[in-house]
């Protein structure tokens, strides 16, 4: 087998991708045996991931927040701080769901009591550490992302 960007080279190793052959120099332009073309598409897909949580996240958190909002009996004399508390605790339980879900088991939905219960205690934990976590999440995406970004900005290495 002969490497895909260079046909008079014989291939040392194959693409952890897609299986072309890669020779030495190609083999070495990534951490990892990748070709090109597999790598801008991982590139892709990373960012793709990145901008997605961000969306859900603040997504769900205004949904929620605006249900959370509605249904306040105090309405009238709210405080825009209590606005701002409810915005960013909505905000941070889609963080705090990602982290319980590594943490605690993994139960589907069944009509039941206890999964009802389950879900209610999950809901405020997940409240609870998203909190905290929510921050460094969406630092660490924005640093990410400008990461992907400051890749896409350097030459890009071509066999």
């Not at 045996?33 to 590139?43: A, D, E, F, L």
């Not at 309405?75 to 963080?95: E, F, K, P, Q, W």
């Not at 069944?110 to 460094?136: A, N, Q, R």
Request: glycine share 6%; with cysteine; aromatic share 14%.
């Amino acid at each position: 087998m002969n490497c895909y960007s260079h046909p008079e080279l014989s291939a040392v190793i194959q693409c952890a991708d897609c299986s072309k052959g890669l020779c030495k120099t190609c083999a070495e332009n990534y951490t990892i045996p990748i070709c090109t073309s597999c790598n801008n598409i991982r590139k892709a897909n990373e960012k793709k991931g990145i901008y997605k949580e961000i969306f859900t996240t603040i997504g769900v958190g205004i949904i929620l927040s605006y249900f959370m909002l509605k249904m306040d009996r105090n309405a009238s004399n709210m405080s825009i701080m209590h606005i701002i508390l409810t915005v960013y605790t909505s905000i941070g339980i889609v963080s705090g769901w990602k982290i319980t879900d590594k943490i605690l088991p993994k139960y589907y939905f069944s009509i039941s009591t206890f999964y009802f219960g389950y879900l209610i205690i999950k809901i405020i934990i997940s409240s609870t550490i998203g909190i905290f976590v929510f921050p460094f999440r969406f630092a660490y995406n924005v640093y990410r992302l400008n990461k992907l970004k400051q890749l896409e900005h350097t030459k890009t290495i071509i066999c």
